[in-house]
């Protein structure tokens, strides 16, 4: 017998496939992430050992690997603007944390920080929040405040690395359960209730369920009703991380509470990041008075971090405003839309870049959702195999041969450089100053056993997806490559929906 080389799969993937295709990754972006960014060029003569930068930027990257899920994250608009505005009067940064010298402008804690609190409050629906600088820190500094040594903690084998960070770094015991299996959580909390501590019988102090509202490598959504009947059944606390679905789920952009219809009391904790849907950063904590009264006192990393940044709290207080309607005016969030002219023009081809749609808070929730579905139909009649919710906006295209991986992504963008006349844009894998690029996801963590492919969908980015008559092959798991042929949209005649708000046509 040998002793074996490798100890698990990510350790063989690292030696023998990452290198292949390591060219894929750690792209430098040097634009706005929207539905297109610009990236840098560069070239490996070492069979991807290491890069050198040529000084060329290539542009018109389509972006399917970002979370700006509405488009908020752009360079100019009314929340630039704003944005801006408040550069001037407050600056750039406090230089203090909330808690150091007081409420004053210059000091720690800003009149912009409580606005912003206080507006995070009644867009969750509950009594009060707490924002914090960083979204990473919010789950790991704050989950040790709330629990510690005695008490037992419920997760998600599918969390997020903060909840895991912040799990351990509390002391207290935890135990995980099977991603979404509610048979698998309800036999944890039977077995912590019947047996409590180890040793000493004790009962547990606190029992806290962890979860996520949409699982980012995995595309799939909290079963959130069943896991607060067994919360109120075993007199459980709940903790929901809802960083991807916040402002990008429900009808409202709620996120999953709202998704589900639920009472947003029914949920302890609920946690969530500015840094996707609001095209910001930092994170919040929502629930109870007493709760978060707790936290500003308890919390490390409200006692010890910087304050967040003006600018940044009224990026998120102008977007969050749009997309609750309590902005005042008509918001816009302008997307380029690229559009072949209806009628004679479409056969042509003829590419059109200076039309805009207008979307307004709640419609790009609305555009996000039909842009997921829309995904999502057209991959499975393409058969491929998809995972996760059918409404979720995370879009796993699974792949489960991982020496495939290389080969599907340059495949995949060798057919877009085959169909690249058309758009007038043209991408090669070998040869990228000339054309065009598809800016993905590739999974890491659990799911990296079955080497999943991820595409990371977004408004910005569907929205585009609409207009383009393209044709892209891709091998999946199957022998032979599929079209993707996307039908032309709006289709014919224009929806009078969106043609009331174009401009007149005038191509030369």
Sequence with gaps: ??????????????????????????????????????????????????????????KGVINMGSYNYLGFARNSGSCQEAAAEVLKEYGAGVCSTRQEIGKCELKGNLDKHEELEKLVARFLGVEAAMTYGMGF??????????????????????????????ARLSGATIRIFKHNNMQSLEKLLKD?????????????????????????MEGSIVRLPEVIALKKKYKAYLYLDEAHSIGALGPSGRGVVDYFGLDPEDVDVMMG????????????????????????????????????????????????KCIMGQDGTSLEIVLPV?????????????????????FLGKECIQQLAENTKYFRRRLKEMGFI?????????????????????????????????????LQLKYSRRRLAQGWNILIVIASGPSLARSSFYFLTQAV???????????????????????????????????PKFTSRLPPASIP
């Design 192 to 216: 912590a209730i019947v047996y409590g501590q180890p040793r000493t019988r004790r009962p547990w102090k606190k029992i806290l369920i962890l979860v996520e509202g949409i699982y980012s």
């Design 386 to 422: 998809i995972y996760g919710n059918e409404d979720s906006p995370v879009v796993p295209l699974m792949l489960y041969m991982p020496a495939k991986i290389g080969y599907v992504l340059w495949k995949a963008l060798k057919e877009i450089d085959e169909v690249g006349d058309l």
């Design 273 to 320: 990041t500015f840094t996707k849907s609001f095209g910001a950063s930092g994170g919040y904590i929502g629930g109870k008075k007493a709760l978060i009264d707790y936290l500003r006192i308890h919390s490390h990393s409200a006692v010890y971090a910087t304050s967040m940044s003006p600018p940044v709290i009224e990026q998120i207080i102008t977007s969050m």
């Design 1 to 58: 017998d040998f002793v074996s080389l490798y100890q698990d799969f990510e350790n063989f993937y690292t030696r023998n496939l990452y290198m292949r295709i390591r060219d894929n990754w750690n792209r430098p972006i040097c634009s706005v992430p929207g539905a297109r960014v610009d990236i840098m060029e560069r070239k490996s003569h070492d069979y991807n050992w290491s890069f050198k930068y040529t000084g060329n930027i290539i």
């Design 461 to 495: 980015t569907h929205a585009s997806h609409h207009s383009m008559p393209c044709s892209v092959r891709c091998c999946g798991e199957r022998e032979t490559a599929v079209d993707r042929s996307w039908a032309y949209w709006p289709p014919s005649p224009l929806s």
């Design 338 to 358: 690229a559009l072949f002219q209806w009628q004679s023009r479409v056969k042509t081809g003829w590419w059109v870049e200076k039309y805009y749609l207008v």
């Design 137 to 166: 820190a919010t789950n790991s500094m704050n989950i040790p405040a709330l629990v510690g040594k005695g008490c037992l903690i419920l997760s998600d084998e599918l969390n997020h690395a903060s909840l895991v960070l912040g």
